[in-house]
Each structure stands twice: as structure tokens, then as C-alpha cells.
T-cell receptor
Framework: NAGVTQTPKFRVLKTGQSMTLLCAQD?????MYWYRQDPGMGLRLIHY???????AKGEVPDGYNVSRLKKQNFLLGLESAAPSQTSVYFC????????????FGSGTQLSVL | RKEVEQDPGPFNVPEGATVAFNCTYS??????FFWYRQDCRKEPKLLMS?????NEDGRFTAQLNRASQYISLLIRDSKLSDSATYLC????????????WGLGTSLAVNP
């Protein structure tokens, strides 16, 4: 049982490049989330989805886009990467409510030069 | 002031010690709470959920004090493997429902 799988684990981008982070869960969860974690800032919600075909903005959505075309996948896109987007990104999922256990992926370390 | 605040530590304790962390929250709309454990450079993992006054799971006990707006995590008989950062999370209900994450408390258990 894989749980939540994120790819890639590491990536280095140049300013202005684009990329997509992939998240897949095999637990049939309704809710999926993208967080970023920075020193001194804690976990901050970028975007989330409450079901297939839906997305919503979190606390820090600017510079990111997401899609949830299939229930098991949640994609995070950076159209034009900036150094301020250097961070560790975590995908997570939960069964059906915000106040339930979150299952996290192992994270993506992204550096934007 | 942050909505969820934790002492960043680090807490350095010997093996076998009992250690307690507090987490304070400022929003009375907070309905439930969670403690997550995060190892260095790894993903957070749920340690305990608190939906009422408290919860206990083996060596770990969480207690909620709504009057004083804090939640504590007590770890008894500390193990080397308990060394990690412990994240306090509150679920804020109402019209603007969201999870509020603390910055974490670092624990180092020493042999």
C-alpha cells in the first residue's frame, strides 16, 4: 500500500522555468492538499481539492496552479519559477473532512536559482 | 501573534525522562487538535488527535484546556526514537474552516 506518492523528490530550476509536481494517492481519499514548508514559517497551504474536478486556493496560492482531473491525482504547477518558491513541498490527502488525519507524501525539495 | 504558538525548544532530555510541551491557541473557534511528529527532512505523521478533553496512546498523552486555550503533549519514558519535531495543529471551524499549523517543538532524547 503506497499511500501518498510525490514525484520528483528533488529538483533544481532556473528562474522562469516551469515544472509540475505530481501527487498520487491510492486510499480513495476525497481531499487532497499541497503545502510548502519553509524555515520559520511552518506548513502553509497552497491549494487544495475537496474532490475530483474541484480546486480551491489556500493561504499562499500566487504563482501556483493545480489540477485534479482524476480523484487519485493532484498536480501542482509552477508556470514561471521564482527564487521565493524555493521550498519543500508536501502533498497530503485526507478521507473526507478537514479535521481528519492527513496522510503526507515524502516531500519534494525544490530549489530555484 | 500567531494563532497557534509553540515553544520551538530544543528540549534536550535523557532517555527515560518525562517531557511535556505546550501549545497555545488564540481562536476560540478551534474545535479539534492534532499532534504530528516530523523527523528531520521527512513528512509529518499524525501522532494523536484530540477532539474533546484529551487522549492517551501508550506513552503519549494529550490534554486540552479550553479555558486557558492550550493543549499539551506529555511523553513518558522517552526513547531515543522520540527525537523529532512535534507540530501542534488546530482545526478552526465555522465559515472559514482551516487547519492552523504551529511551527513545532524540537525534542532531542539523549542516551
Amino acid at each position: 500500500n503506497a499511500g501518498v506518492t510525490q514525484t520528483p523528490k528533488f529538483r533544481v530550476l532556473k528562474t522562469g522555468q516551469s515544472m509540475t509536481l505530481l501527487c498520487a494517492q491510492d486510499m480513495n481519499h476525497e481531499y487532497m492538499y499541497w503545502y510548502r514548508q519553509d524555515p520559520g514559517m511552518g506548513l502553509r497551504l497552497i491549494h487544495y481539492s475537496v474532490g475530483e474536478g474541484t480546486t480551491a486556493k489556500g493561504e499562499v496560492p500566487d504563482g501556483y496552479n493545480v489540477s485534479r482531473l482524476k480523484k487519485q491525482n493532484f498536480l501542482l504547477g509552477l508556470e514561471s519559477a521564482a527564487p521565493s518558491q524555493t521550498s519543500v513541498y508536501f502533498c497530503a490527502s485526507s478521507r473526507g473532512q478537514l479535521n481528519e488525519k492527513l496522510f503526507f507524501g515524502s516531500g519534494t525539495q525544490l530549489s530555484v536559482l | 501573534r500567531k494563532e497557534v504558538e509553540q515553544d520551538p525548544g530544543p528540549f534536550n532530555v535523557p532517555e527515560g525522562a518525562t517531557v511535556a510541551f505546550n501549545c497555545t491557541y488564540s481562536n476560540s473557534a478551534s474545535q479539534s487538535f492534532f499532534w504530528y511528529r516530523q523527523d528531520c527532512r521527512k513528512e509529518p505523521k499524525l501522532l494523536m488527535s484530540v477532539y474533546s478533553s484529551g487522549n492517551e496512546d501508550g506513552r503519549f498523552t494529550a490534554q486540552l484546556n479550553r479555558a486557558s486555550q492550550y493543549i499539551s503533549l506529555l511523553i513518558r519514558d522517552s526513547k531515543l526514537s522520540d527525537s523529532a519535531t512535534y507540530l501542534c495543529v488546530s482545526f478552526r471551524g465555522g465559515n472559514n474552516r482551516k487547519l492552523i499549523w504551529g511551527l513545532g517543538t524540537s525534542l532531542a532524547v539523549n542516551p
